[in-house]
């Protein structure tokens, strides 16, 4: 029973990486793809994690796979908020369809 | 017109998907170990299209994000890689690699801000 919601967990993480990365090669503007990319990429990764928790138990790679989860929630946000800070202060253009820009209306 | 084109690419999106993963099995005793080739296959794509993206990318921040990605993928392909070899010292190198490419994106925005690195 493990094994079969070790390898479901598998199917679920590989389908939202696969559209994750579609999204980063298919959506206009560098905003979008991180939009898109990062949640589908982290998403997926931990289900795959969770499926190797799954798959080993309670021993030492399962603990430590738990702990690669937590550490990739952690971090992966932050990461995606740096690059998107660094490209909006080195005033790389919206797409043209983008509806509304809060931080340039922010600073004034 | 449009809405032609979005379901021919909807169909054949599946259809490669399905071809990868839901291709009849050769024997049901080993569904396992096919299922986790089948895995290999699709993460390797996946990582052709980020290589797509690092290579076309218009401004340095898609290359930047592109970069992330692909540590992300390789930390499930590490995954992985742990199952059907039964080692375990693979969660080691993800955790590691995690680690690692955190690091370095911090370091490549703050580079593409165009700061120093103790600023």
Redesign the interface.
């Known amino acids: 029973m493990n ?1 079969i919601m ?2 479901v967990f ?2 679920i ?3 939202f ?2 559209f ?3 999204g ?2 298919r959506f206009p503007d ?1 905003y979008n ?2 939009h898109s ?2 949640k589908c ?2 998403l ?2 931990s289900s ?2 969770l ?2 928790f799954f ?1 080993k138990g309670f ?3 399962g603990i ?2 738990l ?2 989860i937590v ?2 929630l952690l ?2 946000p ?3 908020h ?6 909006h ?2 005033k ?1 253009k919206l797409w043209e369809g983008s509806v509304c820009d809060q931080y340039t209306e922010d600073k004034g | 017109m449009k809405r032609l084109r979005w379901f021919i690419g909807f169909i054949s ?1 599946i259809a490669v ?1 399905g071809f990868i ?1 839901f291709l009849p099995f050769p024997s049901l005793l080993a569904w ?1 170990s096919v ?2 080739e089948r ?1 290999f296959f ?2 390797i ?2 990582a052709s ?2 290589l ?2 690092i290579l076309r990318g218009p ?4 290359r ?3 970069i ?2 692909l540590g ?2 390789i ?2 392909f590490c ?2 890689l ?2 059907p070899t039964g080692r ?1 010292w693979y ?2 190198i ?2 590691a690699w ?2 690692q ?2 690091i370095s ?2 370091a ?3 580079y ?3 700061k120093g690195f103790d600023e």
Request: charged fraction near 15%.
């Open positions: 094994e070790s390898m598998i199917v993480g590989l389908v990486d696969f994750g990365c579609l980063l090669v560098v793809r991180l990319s990062i990429v982290t997926g990764t795959i994690l499926g190797l798959f021993t030492a790679a430590k796979a702990l690669c550490f990739l971090t992966a932050v990461s995606a740096v690059i998107a800070r660094s490209a202060k080195t790389v | 999106i998907f993963i396992q299922l986790l895995a699709i993460l794509l996946c299209l980020c797509w993206r401004t340095p921040p898609d930047a994000a592109a992330d990605i992300i993928l930390i499930g995954a992985i742990g199952i375990d969660i080691d993800a955790i995690a680690l490419s955190f994106i911090l490549l925005g703050k593409l801000e165009g």
